[in-house]
């Protein structure tokens, strides 16, 4: 069974970054792609941007484009999520989430494991 652990979130100003990390154990993730996603209070959890087993095909929602980059070092077994020109509105708890299944997934259904989460607050 995969165990994935977010860390690196915290309160920044808006306009500010963070670099959030999910540690992947327990088996070899190189194969899965890798997913962020983010959740609000009262609001559906939201996919954010998938990273492929390769890294090299990256994909992205239309709100975080231009602002998020997602990278994977599958010699570390993580994944990190870079967050520029934060926006209060980018204020939720942030999930990484494993796929174990072939090709990209872009919803909640399309993953098999998740992170705890680990919370960002943007203040303005």
């Known amino acids: 069974q995969v165990q994935l652990v977010e860390s690196g979130g915290g309160l920044v100003q808006a306009g500010g970054s963070l670099r959030l990390s999910c540690a992947v154990s327990g088996r070899t993730f190189v194969s899965d792609h890798m997913g962020w996603f983010r959740q609000a209070p009262g609001k559906e959890r939201e996919w954010l941007a998938t990273i492929s087993w390769s890294g090299g095909s990256t994909y992205y929602a239309e709100l975080v484009k231009g602002r998020f980059t997602i990278s994977r070092d599958n010699v570390k077994n993580t994944v990190y999520l870079q967050m520029n020109s934060l926006k209060p509105e980018d204020t939720a708890v942030y999930y990484c989430?494993?796929?174990?299944?072939?090709?990209?997934?872009?919803?909640?259904?399309?993953?098999?494991?998740w992170g705890q989460g680990t919370q960002c607050t943007v203040s303005s």
């Open positions: 989430a494993a796929r174990q299944r072939y090709g990209a997934g872009f919803s909640r259904a399309d993953f098999d494991s």
